[in-house]
């Protein structure tokens, strides 16, 4: 009889999923045999389903994905519990390429750090297939390989620069994407892995944003002599993270344990429902040299004691900016007084995680992106005080039951207006905002300007976008949304009069906060 529903059972499997190895197979059909039919039958469609979100894997489907898909269906890992929070170091996170000819993401390894051209080529291309990929399934736009604008259907075809190299005819209405530089001191070029087309910007309008060197930009013209005389030039339209799992299933782009997205999962949904009130504070700027900070963190900590939050989020840098002998002797020596402050606060080292995000003023590390954590000797003085104390890298990513947080520590604003192309007048957080979720790429600005390693540019990424980016920056205090993504920068904790953010998972809301008094 055994053998029998043992027959049926991989018939079931085999029928619904033909690419499975053998192994796989036998492993499935140890967890269903014994089910009842309806049950089994039940069981093998929520496996199915888990399995075909993991999109992002090629080839037969092995035991692990089973493993995998298995625990997800029941809700439980294999330690029997579920982890809440979750923080993502950059050379952790995950990284996909777009295949355009099959059009889905794969997942690759990170190469090591190598100083090869062709590393620079693929972190060109895999910038620029991310946005265009995402272009391409607007609505507003149609088949790539046509030229003009639709009036009929008010759509948009692009043209790709290619096609216009060496036409001697003027051409009209033409729309091209790519990158906005400056290959010459002074003039402007449009530039896709094919090669660049010169700009000439005397007439053009600009779309909302921040747009500058090293910008993915919509261009609208009419090209003649080599020159692509712009009318307009707009970013390339966002979408949703929810437009972006309909169409690659719920892989986990983001990180951390889980193989599907942590918004799939239905154990995280629960835990979330059933505290509505937890929230996570974040802190920018936080000098501990600074006797005032010292003493505004007592009167934070103290305030939460009896209701701490998840976690407490510190942005460097640690220390003011002055010239030290021994910068690192200095932070691990301030590191262990606030150490000493969080113990002097009873319990609450035991309820909060205390995660630290370097800046790049934060001594031991070469200013190029992503940063690496403080070095171990220089925070030992607080982590032996401090068990929950968590150093991280510069960006990171926070996973809390369902919502994915980015942290990056970096005065974007200030150096975006320094080598802006346009000029936005007003609302300058909004256009900023508007950069930010269109490029879906922290770093917004030429690498001469913000170096970034070329094999972990995926680090900076913001695909599909999370539900809340922290862009720390020394520009003053905001919080900003669109295309379902909040952009908040706590501000300046000394500079701002200690304003901090605190940010209510539960409700994905964001609540402005600041500290008065004296302790």
Not at 4 to 23: D, H, R
Not at 248 to 255: L, Q, S
Request: aromatic residues 12%.
């Amino acid at each position: 009889m055994i053998s029998l529903k043992f027959s049926f059972t991989c018939c079931c499997l085999v029928k619904l999923y033909l690419n499975i190895f053998s192994e796989s197979l036998k492993y499935l059909v140890e967890i269903l045999v014994d089910l009842a039919p309806n049950e089994r039958d039940a069981a093998i469609e929520e496996i199915w389903s888990s399995l075909a979100k993991q999109k992002a894997s090629v080839g037969l489907t092995t035991r692990e994905q089973c493993e995998q898909a298995v625990l997800e269906v029941t809700g439980q890992k294999q330690d029997g519990s579920v982890k809440l929070f979750d923080v993502i170091g950059a050379f952790d996170s995950p990284r996909f390429i777009f295949d355009r000819d099959n059009q889905r993401f794969v997942l690759s390894k990170a190469t090591l750090f190598t100083d090869s051209a062709d590393h620079f080529t693929e972190y060109f291309r895999n910038r620029y297939n991310y946005i265009y990929q995402r272009v391409l399934r607007n609505p507003i736009f149609a088949n790539k390989s046509v030229t003009v604008k639709d009036n009929s259907s008010n759509k948009y075809k692009l043209k790709p620069l290619e096609a216009l190299y060496g036409c001697n005819v003027l051409m009209e209405n033409i729309t091209v994407f790519g990158m906005i530089t400056q290959i010459q001191p002074g003039q402007w070029y449009i530039e896709d892995f094919n090669g660049a087309v010169r700009l000439d910007l005397s007439k053009v309008e600009y779309g909302p944003g921040l747009i500058c060197d090293g910008t993915f930009v919509l261009c609208d013209g009419s090209y003649e002599q080599d020159v692509l005389y712009a009318n307009v030039i707009s970013l390339p339209p966002s979408e949703t993270a929810s437009v972006t799992r309909a169409q690659f299933g719920d892989i986990n782009f983001f990180g951390g344990e889980l193989t599907t997205c942590a918004a799939a999962n239905q154990v995280l949904v629960s835990k979330e429902i059933e505290d509505p009130n937890a929230f996570i504070v974040f802190l920018s700027c936080v000098h501990l040299d600074n006797s005032e900070v010292m003493n505004k963190l007592h009167i934070l900590f103290t305030g939460y004691s009896k209701s701490p939050p998840i976690a407490f989020v510190m942005c460097g840098p640690f220390v003011s900016p002055r010239a030290r002998v021994d910068p690192c002797g200095f932070l691990a020596e301030n590191l262990k007084k606030l150490g000493q402050l969080i113990s002097s606060v009873e319990g609450l080292k035991e309820k909060s995680k205390f995660v630290f995000v370097p800046a790049m003023e934060d001594a031991g590390s070469l200013s190029v992106y992503p940063r690496p954590p403080l070095l171990s000797s220089v925070t030992a003085g607080l982590t032996k005080q401090v068990k929950s104390a968590i150093f991280t890298t510069n960006p990171c990513r926070i996973q809390y039951c369902t919502k994915e947080i980015v942290v990056f520590r970096e005065d974007l604003i200030p150096k975006m207006f320094k080598c802006r192309v346009n000029s936005p007048k007003d609302n300058l957080t909004h256009h900023f905002t508007r950069t930010l979720v269109s490029a879906g790429n922290l770093a917004l600005l030429p690498l001469s300007t913000m170096p970034v390693y070329w094999q972990y540019d995926h680090a900076m990424s913001l695909h599909p976008l999370p539900n809340l980016v922290i862009a720390a920056d020394n520009y003053y205090p905001y919080t900003e949304e669109s295309s379902g993504c909040i952009v908040s920068n706590p501000g300046s904790f000394p500079l701002s009069k200690f304003n901090f953010k605190v940010y209510y998972p539960a409700s994905n809301e964001v609540e402005d906060s600041a500290i008065s008094g004296d302790f």
